[in-house]
T-cell receptor, first 115, second 112 residues
Framework: DTAVSQTPKYLVTQMGNDKSIKCEQN?????MYWYKQDSKKFLKIMFS???????INETVPNRFSPKSPDKAHLNLHINSLELGDSAVYFC??????????????FGSGTQLSVL | SQQGEEDPQALSIQEGENATMNCSYK?????LQWYRQNSGRGLVHLIL?????REKHSGRLRVTLDTSKKSSSLLITASRAADTASYFC????????????FGQGTRLTINP
């Protein structure tokens, strides 16, 4: 039933480790996103894929690498984790429309804690 | 500073009262959207208002948009305890690749 699902919900790891977060949507949307929400609740876009093609790549360290095997999946791999990577990561999806008016559907988030 | 900024950052009212939250932005937009986030959950879309619209209603929600002042407000009437959440505005920018830029949110607490 879940429209946008991401796993794991919680991720606790040591500095320097490599970890992945997975996201899947069953809404038939063609665009998927990764957002990062910091401790002050500020939500910032990281990446966006449209039909498996990267269309938005904000100023994000290249330790972060998104991968979209198909348009229903967008995974996020993070290398050499740092303390500052601790945040909640949200996956979202939408259907691209010329001229806008897209609304986003969000997953429930992955709380990443780097120790 | 950010594209979208909500005001106030936190709001606490009694159940039954109306809650008003404001959002200001800096650059031209296609539309402005409001989202709600319950604690520990993802954001849920509430309402979208296009740049050529001035007011929109959905149930107990009323959104206004003033493009000359680059501001929007979200009014929740007859608040309920279940409305307790954080509310975010998001602007869909005209220039560049299509993406929503979120503010920092208003934390709304409804006291029973």
């Amino acid at each position: 039933d879940t429209a946008v699902s991401q796993t794991p919900k919680y991720l606790v790891t040591q500095m320097g480790n490599d970890k992945s977060i997975k996201c899947e949507q069953n809404l038939g949307h063609d665009t998927m996103y990764w957002y990062k929400q910091d401790s002050k609740k500020f939500l910032k876009i990281m990446f966006s894929y449209n039909n498996k093609e990267l269309i938005i790549n904000e100023t994000v360290p290249n330790r972060f690498s998104p991968k979209s095997p198909d348009k229903a999946h967008l995974n996020l791999h993070i290398n050499s984790l740092e303390l500052g990577d601790s945040a909640v990561y949200f996956c979202a999806s939408s259907n691209y429309r010329e001229g806008g008016d897209e609304k986003l559907f969000f997953g429930s988030g992955t709380q990443l804690s780097v120790l | 500073s950010q594209q979208g900024e909500e005001d106030p950052q936190a709001l606490s009212i009694q159940e039954g009262e109306n809650a008003t939250m404001n959002c200001s932005y800096k650059t031209s937009i296609n539309n402005l959207q409001w989202y709600r986030q319950n604690s520990g959950r993802g954001l849920v879309h509430l309402i979208l208002i296009r740049s050529n619209e001035r007011e929109k209603h959905s149930g107990r929600l009323r959104v206004t948009l003033d493009t000359s002042k680059k501001s929007s407000s979200l009014l929740i009437t007859a608040s309920r305890a279940a409305d307790t959440a954080s509310y975010f505005c998001a602007t869909d920018l005209i220039q560049g690749a299509q993406k929503l830029v979120f503010g920092q949110g208003t934390r709304l607490t409804i006291n029973p």
